[in-house]
């Protein structure tokens, strides 16, 4: 597959995870539901690791890696305190951002350029991500400018945002200095072990009853599409530049939207037709950038 049919897929298994994630457990703790959507992605994860090939690897590759983990825990933590701090609608479509964090992040990292085209291309997903929740609010065009003051949630999301263009530039690197599925298997693997304790500590006194009341089994699709977005986004990642790859990734804010009116029942979906032509003209010009 091209590097496009496998960002989309990845952009795609993640919306679904999020989706059906979010559906099953609306009104459970963000911890546990984080923790155990990580741990469901453990089967795929495992039997990916046992069969690829095991590859040479290097300081560059531990480095990077190493590097990465902790900071990929902290953009869990700070993502599960933004959505606790703001509703998912005011916080969630500022991780469009992450792009645009990536045209510089990536140049530092990994030496990569962007096109003129390739840029104006993220900068037109990114906008089209931005405002695909304005009307629903009715309150302008500057209410997003608003809410990064006013929304807590809000301001932890673009933290997160420009944290995850940072971790996808590290990845890359481990990904030149092993194989795309020797790494995400081994990260994740990695990630779910370091998160536990972390979990354990902040919820562990609603712990057994989650468990104990089968809360948990909800999470093993999301899951599952979750370890699937995983490997499609390293193997994307290997095929073309990072801020690239991540702004057609990004489609998956859209995908969540199609998903809300389909699967959620929210409501507006007319009224979000601009950030959407906006992300497909946006999408088109990536995928045509050099």
């Known amino acids: 597959m091209d590097w496009v049919s496998l960002s989309l897929a990845s952009a795609f298994f993640l919306a679904t995870s999020d989706a059906l994630a979010k559906r099953a457990v609306q009104n459970e703790n963000e911890y546990l539901v984080a923790w155990f959507r990580l741990l469901f992605t453990l089967p795929a994860l495992v039997i990916t690791i046992l069969l690829v090939p095991f590859p040479k690897l290097d300081r560059d590759f531990y480095l990077s890696f190493f590097i990465a983990l902790p900071v990929e825990l902290v953009t869990i933590i700070l993502y599960i305190k933004a959505l606790k701090l703001s509703p998912l609608s005011l916080s969630v479509p500022f991780l469009a ?9 990536s140049y530092l990292v990994l030496g990569e350029k962007v096109s003129l085209s390739g840029s104006v291309g993220i900068l037109l997903i990114a906008t ?36 995850y263009s940072v971790t996808s530039s590290l990845g890359k690197v481990a ?12 990260y994740f693997i990695a990630l779910n072990i370091a998160f536990a304790p972390i979990a354990l500590w902040k919820r562990r006194n609603i712990l057994g009853d989650f468990v104990r009341k089968g809360k948990f ?14 490997i499609t986004h390293m193997e994307a990642m290997k095929l073309t ?6 702004s057609v990734k990004r489609t998956s804010l859209l995908m969540s939207v199609l998903y ?8 507006n ?12 003209a946006g999408f088109v010009l990536v995928v045509n950038a050099k």
Do not use: W
Request: proline residues 4%.
């Open 97 to 105: 951002l992450t792009p645009v964090f990536l045209v510089s992040v």
């Open 128 to 163: 089209g991500g931005y405002i695909l929740n304005i009307d629903k609010h009715r309150k302008g065009c500057f209410e997003p400018i608003r809410l990064i003051f006013r929304e807590k949630g809000a301001m932890l999301m673009i933290g997160v945002a420009l944290l």
């Open 175 to 186: 990904i030149m200095h092993s194989s795309p599925l020797f790494f995400g298997a081994s």
């Open 217 to 230: 089994i909800s999470l093993f699709f999301p899951g599952m599409f979750y370890a699937l977005m995983i």
């Open 241 to 246: 530049k990072v801020a690239y790859m991540i």
């Open 260 to 267: 809300g009116y389909f699967l959620l029942q929210e409501e």
């Open 269 to 280: 979906i007319r009224s979000r037709f601009l950030g959407a032509l906006l992300m497909f």
